[in-house]
T-cell receptor, first 116, second 116 residues
Framework: AQTVTQSQPEMSVQEAETVTLSCTYDTSENNYYLFWYKQPPSRQMILVIRQEAYKQQNATENRFSVNFQKAAKSFSLKISDSQLGDTAMYFC?????????????FGTGTRLAVRP | KAGVTQTPRYLIKTRGQQVTLSCSPISGHRSVSWYQQTPGQGLQFLFEYFSETQRNKGNFPGRFSGRQFSNSRSEMNVSTLELGDSALYLC???????????????FGPGTRLLVL
């Protein structure tokens, strides 16, 4: 079974600064997918960024980027130029590759507060 | 494209009753997954349907069931409600194919269920 660990329950960052959220996972799979989702107070879960394990290049989406270290089973999210709208719960999630079915395994989340 | 929609958005039920939640996926998506979110247990996978077949199932009692229709819309049913079933129920859709971008799940706004 896969497990996802987010060791930072809460974080705070000043607007316009950079913050990094940590995520580690445990799996015996070689091919898999990793995701970061954000859940603002409205509760809608929104995809932030995704990474395919067989791709060595780290994924980036505008101000969001990841540091994917496959050997260390680490998948951290960096948010640059933080904005007030980035205030949310952030969840790291894992999915196996293949056609056996889609199932996301989530971490416990990191609550990020962006201070004005 | 319209996003994932869930109805109803809020529900209040009493113990012992049953409830049916509905999810309409993004057009063209054939996989629908259901998750339960509670403060104590976090995000937990319930089940996944692809082309009207249950392809994956989480560790929930048989009171939790689901189905998918030919138009990919899905319903989940909880019978004999218990207080502990109070939660946010999230539905997610994806293309459901074997790999790559098709594995990405997009979430609906959720149905908040309160059991009294």
């Amino acid at each position: 079974a896969q497990t996802v660990t987010q060791s930072q329950p809460e974080m705070s960052v000043q607007e316009a600064e950079t913050v990094t959220l940590s995520c580690t996972y445990d799996t015996s799979e070689n091919n898999y997918y990793l995701f970061w989702y954000k859940q603002p107070p409205s509760r809608q879960m929104i995809l932030v960024i995704r990474q395919e394990a067989y791709k060595q290049q780290n994924a980036t989406e505008n101000r969001f980027s990841v540091n994917f270290q496959k050997a260390a089973k680490s998948f951290s999210l960096k948010i640059s130029d933080s904005q007030l709208g980035d205030t949310a719960m952030y969840f790291c999630a894992f999915m196996k590759h293949g056609s056996s079915g889609d199932k996301l395994t989530f971490g416990t989340g990191t609550r990020l507060a962006v201070r004005p | 494209k319209a996003g994932v929609t869930q109805t109803p958005r809020y529900l209040i039920k009493t113990r012992g009753q049953q409830v049916t939640l509905s999810c309409s996926p993004i057009s063209g998506h054939r996989s629908v997954s259901w998750y339960q979110q509670t403060p104590g247990q976090g995000l937990q996978f319930l089940f996944e349907y692809f082309s009207e077949t249950q392809r994956n199932k989480g560790n929930f009692p048989g009171r939790f069931s689901g189905r998918q229709f030919s138009n990919s819309r899905s319903e989940m049913n909880v019978s004999t409600l218990e207080l502990g079933d109070s939660a946010l129920y999230l539905c997610a859709s994806s293309a459901g194919l074997a790999g790559g971008i098709a594995k990405t799940q997009y979430f609906g706004p959720g149905t908040r269920l309160l059991v009294l």
